[in-house]
């Protein structure tokens, strides 16, 4: 008798012990499915940019998520993706994840692939740096896919800025098609009904004399007289000593699509480049950004004055117009060296 009652004590602490040991391990693992932030749900965690590459199984994922600071346990997530039936639907992609998002939800995301509905705004004068780094931001595409495809096609100037619903993840191709489709039905008419454009090259000389208003002046009546200021010094053998250009030529010399405000040192104005207005007389070779209707009207419009010369306040962003370079170098230390 006092064996049985043993027997049954042994089996009942094992029965125990092997009971803890479920309810720990249940433990463990619903404890790592909880964020890897102290909040959980918490909206004030930064986000991380997460890639899952082609090819990535779900046990790369989970390392990758975990090297990432973004999950608890590799094994846990591994678990869960294999019971939940998410293990084997995980897509490549870019991905905007917050360490106060839970295993579920990560894995959710990862899943369905971040698809979603994307409003992204193209700021009017925005280079193809600037348009990759934006795209980018919102998931759109990796960062600089954009650059990569737009390479050695010529299409800066002509990727029309403005308000556009694009996808995560969605394809680089169809993005740059959107862009220059806009630029066809919003930019060519104008283009188009102007007889100042009656070629290619007049109409790449528009785009080239509008990027530069974009980007130099906020006002479209000071665009206006801007284009003729410029035309002016054209026509003169001027250079055009456009700070603008310098700056496309600083960015040509080190790309970057990291948003920064463009600053000039005195070195700067030395770029060997053909976009350094200082250095060379005419037109840079191309467009330094992408217009918008207004810069585009404003170059197809110039309207002649007696200036010659003009520089933006920096205080106001309003364009102060000189007639003289005396005048101009007064504007100078009034505007620009007092500051």
Not at 314 to 338: C, H, M, W
Request: charged content about 20%; overall charge negative; glycine content about 6%.
């Amino acid at each position: 008798m006092e064996i049985v009652n043993e027997k049954n004590i042994i089996r009942a602490a094992i029965a125990v012990i092997f009971a803890a040991a479920v309810i720990a391990l249940a433990a463990w693992f619903f404890f790592s499915l909880d964020p890897v932030g102290v909040t959980k749900g918490s909206a004030a965690t930064p986000p991380i940019v997460f890639q899952v590459s082609a090819g990535d199984g779900f046990r790369d994922v989970a390392q990758n998520l975990y090297a990432a600071h973004l999950i608890r346990s590799p094994f846990a997530f591994d678990l869960f993706s294999l019971v939940d039936g998410r293990a084997f639907t995980l897509k490549p992609g870019w991905y905007r994840l917050s360490p106060s998002m839970d295993t579920p939800q990560i894995a959710a995301v990862l899943s369905d692939g971040g698809a979603g509905e994307v409003t992204v705004v193209i700021p009017e004068g925005s280079n193809i740096y600037d348009i990759d780094r934006i795209l980018g931001d919102a998931l759109v595409i990796r960062p600089g896919a954009f650059i990569n495809f737009t390479n050695g096609q010529d299409l800066e100037g002509r990727l029309f800025p403005d308000t556009y619903q694009f996808y995560t993840n969605d394809n680089v191709a169809d993005v740059v098609k959107e862009m220059t489709d806009d630029f066809n039905a919003k930019a060519v008419p104008l283009l188009a009904a102007d007889p100042a454009t009656a070629d290619a090259a007049d109409e790449r000389r528009t785009l080239v004399i509008a990027s530069i208003l974009q980007k130099e002046v906020p006002d479209q009546n000071d665009e206006e007289l801007v284009a003729g200021i410029i035309l002016k010094r054209l026509a003169d053998g001027m250079p055009l000593d456009i700070d603008a250009t310098v700056c496309c030529a600083k960015l040509l010399a080190a790309p970057t699509s990291t948003a920064q405000v463009c600053s000039l040192s005195a070195l700067d104005f030395k770029i060997d480049s053909p976009y350094n207005t200082y250095l060379n007389k005419g037109l840079p070779p191309g467009p330094i950004g992408n217009p918008g209707t207004s810069a585009i009207t404003a170059a197809l419009h110039p309207q002649s004055s007696p200036y010659l010369y003009y520089l933006s306040d920096p205080a106001t962003g309003k364009t102060i117009f000189a007639k003289t370079l005396d005048e101009q170098n007064q504007n100078r230390v009034k505007y620009l060296e007092s500051n």
